[in-house]
């Protein structure tokens, strides 16, 4: 056997459908287009969305007003009083708020917000501070550390 030799098995190319060369081709007259009408004609075609003159459906639905900002910066929030729970003379950081379950996004940067009171001494990394938390941890003698 060459290479010469070679040929596709028998049907496995089909011949191209040769429209409107007579009816004895059996695609003559209409040439497979049915009768009439706007779809038999050529460039006969409707827009997307056209329901034949009906009020379209992305016309009848009320629209959605308002706007999503997509590049809003999104924090892991955390409140002064949700860390009065730790020991006296802890540090916080994101590594520690991930082991006891208070960061959610890793990737999102730590907002420490002042909801609650403090009284431990406490150092607290955070990537933002709200003034109410810098003044109640300060309050508390503890430290705070900006990362």
């Given amino acids: 056997m060459r290479l010469c030799d070679l040929k596709p098995s028998k ?20 040439s497979g287009r049915g ?3 706007q779809l038999s004609r050529s460039g006969g075609k409707t827009r ?3 329901e034949g003159g009906q009020m379209p459906l992305q016309r009848r639905i009320p629209h959605l007003r308002g706007f999503k900002n997509t590049r809003k910066k999104q924090f892991n929030i955390i409140n002064i009083g949700q860390l009065e729970k730790f ?9 520690f ?7 959610m996004g890793k990737n999102n940067p730590i907002k420490i917000l002042g909801n609650g ?9 955070a990537n ?15 430290n705070i550390e900006v990362v």
């Fill in 11 to 30: 049907n496995s190319i089909k011949k191209r459908k040769r429209v409107g060369r007579g009816n004895g081709s059996g695609h003559g007259t209409t």
């Fill in 35 to 37: 009768t009439k009408g």
């Fill in 48 to 50: 997307i969305g056209f």
């Fill in 87 to 95: 020991k006296n003379g802890s540090v916080i950081d994101i590594k």
């Fill in 97 to 103: 708020l991930e082991k006891n379950g208070l960061v």
């Fill in 117 to 125: 009171e403090l009284t431990k001494k406490l150092t607290v990394k």
């Fill in 128 to 142: 933002f501070f709200s003034k109410n938390a810098v003044e109640k941890i300060k309050k508390a003698e503890g």
